[in-house]
C-alpha cells in the first residue's frame, strides 16, 4: 500500500472514530435529501433506508431497511420505505414481498397495509422495496416512544423489530435516528404551508 493511500485511510479512520463522519451516511444509509419536482413544484423529503434491529444483543441488523418519503401535496402523511437486501449477511430468505406492518407504540397497536406493488430487482443479489402509507403523527410517536416494535409482514411470514433501540452496543445506529432527523426537517416544511 502507498503512503498517499494510508493517508486516506488513517484520515477516513480519524474522521469516523472522532465523529465528523458518520459510517452510515457514507454507505447510504439514512440520508436525508429533498427536492422539489419540477412538473408540479411539489417539495418531497426523504430519507434513504437504514438499520432496523431485532432485539439490543442482536450483532447485527436485519435484512430489512427503513426509511421515509413525505410531500407536501400529502402533508399529513408519510410514506414509510422498506428495503430488503439478500446480501445482509446471508440472514434472511433469497427473495420477500414486503405486504404491511403492525406498530405498536408504548402498548398501543395499529396496522397498515402495503402499497401492493413490491419492485424486486435480480442482479448478483435479490433486492426488493415497498412502501406503507401511515399517518405523520404516527411517525412521530414511533420516534419519541419510549418501547416501539414493528412487526413486518412477508410474503414468507413476519419478522419482529425493537424500533426503540438507537444503537447496537458496537455503535452501529439504527433507523430511528435519521428518523428523528427527518421528521424536524418536515415539521418545519408543514408549520411553512
Known amino acids: 500500500m502507498n503512503k498517499s493511500m494510508r493517508t486516506v485511510l488513517c484520515l477516513t479512520a480519524f474522521l469516523t472514530v472522532s465523529g465528523c463522519i458518520n459510517v452510515n451516511e457514507l454507505a447510504g444509509l439514512g440520508v436525508i435529501s429533498e427536492e422539489a419536482l419540477t412538473f408540479d413544484g411539489v417539495e418531497i423529503t426523504k430519507v434513504s433506508p437504514s438499520f432496523l434491529f431485532e432485539?439490543?444483543?442482536s450483532q447485527g441488523a436485519m435484512a430489512i431497511r427503513l426509511g421515509a418519503h413525505w410531500s407536501d401535496a400529502e402533508p399529513d402523511y408519510v410514506a414509510l420505505k422498506f428495503a430488503y437486501a439478500s446480501d445482509n449477511g446471508g440472514r434472511g430468505p433469497e427473495?420477500?414481498?414486503?405486504?404491511?406492518?403492525e406498530i405498536s407504540v408504548d402498548g398501543v397497536k395499529s396496522a397498515y397495509d402495503s402499497s401492493g406493488y413490491n419492485t424486486i430487482s435480480k442482479t448478483l443479489d435479490m433486492n426488493?422495496?415497498?412502501s406503507v402509507v401511515i399517518p405523520f403523527v404516527v411517525l412521530e410517536q414511533m420516534v419519541n416512544a419510549t418501547d416501539c416494535r414493528l412487526r413486518i409482514q412477508t410474503t414468507k411470514g413476519y419478522l419482529d423489530s425493537m424500533f426503540s433501540i438507537?444503537?447496537?452496543?458496537?455503535g452501529l445506529e439504527s433507523a430511528r435516528l435519521s428518523l428523528r432527523e427527518f421528521i424536524t426537517i418536515v415539521k418545519a416544511k408543514q408549520a411553512a404551508l
Not at 95 to 101: F, Y
Not at 166 to 170: A, C, K, Q
Open 166 to 170: 438507537e444503537r447496537l452496543p458496537n
Open 95 to 101: 427473495s420477500i414481498g414486503l405486504e404491511g406492518i
Open 128 to 130: 426488493s422495496m415497498n
Open 55 to 57: 432485539s439490543a444483543r
